[in-house]
């Protein structure tokens, strides 16, 4: 009798397992996937902003004929701007000090009895800043996308390049205004007021921003003027 019972209980636990195993097989997994963020977006620092300013002093030296490099490319050394990107758009914004290149070319000047520099070097140094500020100021009032802030007390200046426009499909960072260091030079071949379209790469974490342009001589010759900005992404 025990017999008679025991074979419905397994055809009936038979029966449970395989519902089971039915189950299984019917329940899904839903994952969710996120698409890639834009490598370009975030916050860059240039890497080697010395380098961009020595080749941008040395166009200049070509009309000024002054040694701009070894008086103001050390002095500015330290200076690290740097490169926000939100979507197709970028900021580019930089701190600098005055008062070490204006003092490094007060020393030059009267090592060559420059006699246009006139006064104790500490006066001159205020008043070449006091000078420069004005005349950056007046840039703040006509609704630029360059502006400037200041610190009196440290001679020091803040720049802010705004209206940036990043063409993905380019490869292009297209400027409202061509990127400038607070009027000592411009990294373009012509005025800061006027647009300049650098080509850009992103390779191996750099971000690199170069320009290629012909500029005509007083002579009659051409040459071609070559700048390039690098960037590495700031860890978040």
């Not at 370009?40 to 080749?55: A, N, P, V, Y």
């Not at 490094?104 to 008043?127: C, M, P, R, W």
């Not at 750099?206 to 342009?213: F, P, V």
Request: aromatic share 12%.
């Amino acid at each position: 009798m025990f017999k008679q019972y025991l074979k419905p209980l397994f055809i009936a636990g038979c029966s449970l397992l395989m519902l089971a195993g039915c189950g299984n097989q019917t329940a899904t997994t839903t994952t969710t996937t996120t698409a890639p963020s834009n490598p370009l977006e975030g916050k860059w620092e240039q890497i080697d902003f010395r380098s961009t300013l020595e080749r941008s002093l040395g166009y200049e030296e070509f009309s000024s004929r002054l040694p701009r490099r070894l008086i103001y490319s050390d002095a500015f050394k330290d200076v690290t701007p740097t490169l926000t990107i939100t979507g197709d758009s970028a900021v580019y914004d930089l701190t600098a000090t005055t008062n070490v290149a204006v003092g490094n070319f007060y020393d030059y000047a009267k090592a060559q009895k420059l006699t246009s520099v006139q006064g104790t070097k500490e006066q001159y140094i205020k008043n070449q800043y006091d000078d420069l500020k004005k005349n950056l100021e007046t840039y703040n009032k006509h609704n630029l996308p360059l502006s400037f802030e200041f610190n009196d007390e440290k001679y020091e200046i803040h720049q802010t390049l705004k209206e940036i426009t990043i063409n993905e499909s380019a490869g292009t960072f297209e400027f409202k205004n061509a990127p400038m260091f607070i009027d000592l030079v411009t990294f373009s071949s012509g005025k800061f007021v006027y647009p300049v379209t650098y080509k850009y790469t992103l390779e191996d974490g750099i971000l690199t921003l170069s320009l290629e342009q012909k500029q005509d001589l007083d002579n009659g010759d051409s040459v071609t003027l070559y700048y390039t900005m690098r960037f590495k992404k700031v860890a978040e």
